[in-house]
């Protein structure tokens, strides 16, 4: 690697981390009021600093978007379903994945991106329309090979989405006396016995899950 690339390279690191900082601000607050004073107290640099990487709020989106649109891209993959087993492993990861796109993309910051940046949503949209069109493929597997119910794919990711960004809002928790793991991990089982045939309910992955909704709930616990 040249001179040049690995300068670039150190940019684009350093980029990344600082979107890394702001990205919990912005996804529960939204940008539509983040003024560059704060964007650089969030990121914990000089204004100055951060005039070096982002020479205004737009830039500051932008790259929050591309790495969104880049981990998305991460997620589709081929499926590999060999036995009953890959179905049940590959029906967590798309919980998780699930998960996590109901945390960082927050309804809030859809809402902010579709009004001020269309265009940057449109981009966002594409990429999940892709993952969801994967998923939807591995459901329609999974009755195929009758491991999962006779359900329709495009309710079912749609019942996902909606019921997660309902299980990460405080406020319901709250009223109905809910900690975010029990809820979480309720769903969770919730999921799986709709889903899933009777016979492959107990084919176990807890413990991978466990630790994923731990650290998740940490996560959040800490914004």
Known sequence: MDTKSQALDKRNKTIQKLIIKII???????????????????MDISKATMYKYFASKDEII???VGRYVDYISEMVQDWSLTDNMSYVKS?????????????????IFLQELGNLYPHLYDRLSNEVEVR????????????????FQ??????????????????????LLMLHHLSLKQA??????????QIMKSE???????????????QMVQKLSRQ
Do not use: C
Not at 155 to 171: A, E, S, V, Y
Not at 200 to 214: G, K, T, V, W
């Open 24 to 42: 919990p601000v912005i996804q529960k607050n939204g940008f539509s009021t983040l003024k560059m004073d704060d964007a650089a107290k969030y």
């Open 62 to 64: 932008d790259a929050i």
């Open 91 to 107: 029906f967590d990861k798309v919980f998780q994945q699930s998960l996590l796109m109901a945390v960082y993309l927050s309804d």
């Open 132 to 147: 969801n069109e994967q998923v939807r493929e591995f459901f329609d597997l999974g009755m195929k090979n009758d491991v």
């Open 150 to 171: 006779r359900l329709n794919p495009v309710i079912l990711l749609i019942q996902m989405d909606t019921m997660l960004r309902k299980m990460i809002d405080p406020k």
């Open 184 to 193: 979480l991990s309720d769903y969770y089982q919730v999921m799986r016995h």
């Open 200 to 214: 492959f309910i107990n084919i176990e992955n807890s413990s991978e899950m466990d630790l994923f909704l731990n």
